[in-house]
């Protein structure tokens, strides 16, 4: 059995935490074989991957307790902890592991999921087209399929009417789940995500919570 923590960070409430950008902390999980949290990072999760074709257990989806003042049917993210919660009734919710903005893009605030889509077109934005010469070679969009980064499914988030370019989708990289690893989109395995997505109304509310981070512009 697997465990994961956020060193120096704790569990947030529902809200939305204020402050300035800061480097966030190393994640870890709980090894039962050798009863000892080790750090959890891209070369270890690669590993772990390729050893076991799944991801550790804290980061696989589960039902699992959870209290919460929001209605069945809310999404609360926890970036810190790297958990997406579905929340459902009678005091539950169906956790699934996440990936995370990377240092310098992670983002807390109130949304919405303003579309859906299956197999999804994949549009860089035009900070991502300028920085990245990968995803400029797609600025006039990636026709969504197995290779696409978006994944099998993807919800769109909006703020009022406004798509905030932020999604919450599969990957081709499954390995990345519970790391920080993206440019802002909360990054989920194919199945999960596609778990979700038939679970989810548009219009659903999204709570993205994660400590230090930027509040996004409007929320």
């Known amino acids: 059995m697997t465990r994961a923590r956020k060193l120096g960070l704790v569990m947030l409430a529902a809200g939305v935490c204020l402050g300035p950008l800061v480097a966030l902390a190393q994640t870890q999980i709980y090894d039962a074989r050798t009863k000892k949290w080790v750090n959890y990072d891209k070369k270890k999760a690669r590993q772990y991957f390729a050893r076991n074709n799944q991801l550790p257990e804290a980061f696989r989806r589960q039902v699992v307790p959870f209290r919460t003042a929001e209605k069945p049917g809310t999404i609360i993210i926890d970036g810190n902890q790297h958990f997406l919660y579905l929340v459902q009734p009678g005091g ?24 859906t889509a299956e197999w999804p077109t994949w549009t ?14 797609w600025a006039a969009g990636m026709p969504g399929g197995p290779d696409n980064p978006l994944g099998a499914r993807a919800l ?4 009022g009417d406004q798509d905030t370019i932020y999604r919450i989708h599969g990957t081709v ?35 993205v919570l994660m400590q230090g981070a930027a509040l996004y512009k409007g929320v």
């Open 92 to 115: 539950q919710a169906i956790r699934y592991g996440i990936g995370v903005g990377r240092e310098g893009f992670g983002w807390a605030g109130i949304v919405r999921v303003g579309r």
């Open 173 to 207: 990289e499954p390995w990345t789940i519970g790391l920080d690893v993206s440019s802002g989109c909360i990054r989920m395995n194919n199945d999960d995500v596609t778990d979700l997505h038939s679970r989810v109304e548009v219009g659903a509310k999204v709570i």
């Open 124 to 137: 860089p934005p035009a900070e991502m087209v300028a920085r990245d010469p990968n995803a400029a070679k």
């Open 156 to 159: 769109y988030l909006y703020e």
